[in-house]
């Protein structure tokens, strides 16, 4: 049990051990409640910390009704609940004013509410994952520096032993990640001008009286992601972990569609409906795809755009290229792709994971030639970098 001196003195708070994350996590949540006019004081988040020994974890939902039952006693405080716990363990309110945000050397942005968010929730569903918090020599580590180290390593040097934890950890945040995309790319239902014949019509059964008005809406088409991932070898180090990307955007979206290629172009969202990953890549591994071959971005995109840009390209369209820009064909041929891809959609963006490498310059001839159609040029090696597509996808296309 957790006494309330030990919370008034702030040792159960910040200033405890991290490797008692999700202790640290729950208090900071309490103290940032009370901020903004809950009741979770002292005995309300030891009642907190109590729910560390009996809820489920692994599932935010499970954390987010066993935090309101405790905290909430109202309808108010209910409703306000829900904002305060995305805004905490989501980071969805740029402007964040708790005291977390006040201390020297922090980064008072929406990009980094959003990296706090993530690893305060990862810091506490890691409590139901304790060999997340050992490290590969088996020792326990701070949740804190493990979920750091998985976050920024590239994917091309991730050890072994890491690799079950970073694909627990992967699997987590980015579902978590396009969720909160495929509710923001969602299209929203405006009212236009009054429609005033159904109104007059409506209005019949009420004596003649416009009580209910109806409106002229606008037709909007749903926000539409079209993926295209390059397998060929000299992508083979990034490929599976990028696979894993790619599946879990296609589970939140309800229009994504994924292609692979190498040589040639095959479509892969009927496989990646699959429950599960494994059950995906055994359904590719029946596919001719090429995997581990050439490589021609500008062929494949122009067998794209001849058998499927009239179907997937439109206003409403995110059209993403995962690619290390090493293109055998011509380059000619990708700049007149690329440029008829950009005319069609919403934003074209190129993830590349060798970006992240320190003496990286896109001087290939791929490269070069694909750059001025390019909304978002950005890197593709570590989970950090991918969890970046949300803050991409937020930005408004430049020209």
Known sequence: MFATSDIQRGEVGPSRDLANGPVRALVEFCRFARSKGLNSGPKETIDCLEVLRSADLADSEVLKFALRAVLCSSKEEWDLFDALFETFWGGLEPNRTDPATKRPGRKASGDQDQTEGNERWALVANNADSDLNRGSDGKAASGASVIERLRTTDFAKMPEDDLAALARLSQRLLRRMSCRLSRRLRTRQCRGSVNLRKTIRLSIGRGGDPIELSYKRRKLQRARLVILLDISGSMSLYSMFLLRFVFTLAKQFREVDAFVFSTNLVDITKALRAQRLSNALESLAKTSAGWSGGTKIGESLQDFNRRHSRRLLSRGTVFVILSD???????????????????????????????????????????????PHIDVFAPAHNLASLLELERHLGRRRSG
């Not at 007149?336 to 919403?346: F, G, S």
């Not at 590349?352 to 896109?362: C, E, K, R, S, V």
């Open 325 to 371: 820009g090493w293109d055998t064909g011509e380059p000619e041929v990708l700049a007149a792709e690329l440029r008829t891809i950009k005319r069609r959609v919403n934003k074209l963006i190129w993830l590349n994971p060798l970006i992240g490498h320190q003496d990286y310059q896109p001087i290939t001839r791929g490269m070069t030639a694909a750059l």
